[in-house]
């Protein structure tokens, strides 16, 4: 999720327990609550009417307001104090995480890794875009 218009943020969504949990790479760019609940209150909610409406019908006239999302921010993974990593880091956490990995693992990421997997993604969406990666050198 963009917040703002410069940093990105990886979200899990727990449907069961209602609550997102924000994988973020720089928490001090929007430490405190007050600013994290300007970023997730459209989508904190939109999730119950989502769900609602795709949802089986329920006993309760307005399951939505009975049954809001909350939000979680874990503070011990990969922590990147250089500009521009944040989309990258986002992606690794929400593929770490798809993968079984726990929030220590993330927390072993360091800057040489970040280079590296920001390289690949990098390489992989120019393959997927543009076409073969490799540099052809005619001269």
């Known amino acids: 999720m963009m917040w703002g218009k410069d940093h990105w943020v990886g979200l899990v969504i727990n449907l069961t327990c209602r609550q997102v949990e924000i994988l973020d790479c720089n928490i001090p760019h929007n430490e405190s609550d007050n600013e994290v609940n300007k970023h997730m209150a459209y989508l904190l909610r939109a999730l119950p009417h989502v769900l609602a409406a795709f949802s089986p019908p329920s006993d309760s006239s307005h399951p ?3 049954q809001a999302f909350s939000w979680v921010r874990p ?3 990969y922590f990147n104090e250089r500009s ?3 989309g990258p880091c986002a992606v690794k956490f929400l593929e770490m ?3 079984g ?5 993330m927390g072993q990421i360091d ?3 970040v280079d590296i997997f920001r390289q690949k993604y990098a390489m992989d969406t120019y ?3 543009i076409g073969n990666a490799k540099v052809q050198n005619d001269g």
Do not use: L, R, T
């Open 127 to 129: 393959e997927e875009f």
């Open 75 to 77: 503070d011990n993974i």
């Open 97 to 99: 995480h798809a993968a």
């Open 84 to 86: 521009g990593d944040c």
């Open 101 to 105: 990995y726990s929030y220590e693992d």
């Open 64 to 66: 939505e307001e009975d």
């Open 111 to 113: 800057d040489k890794m």
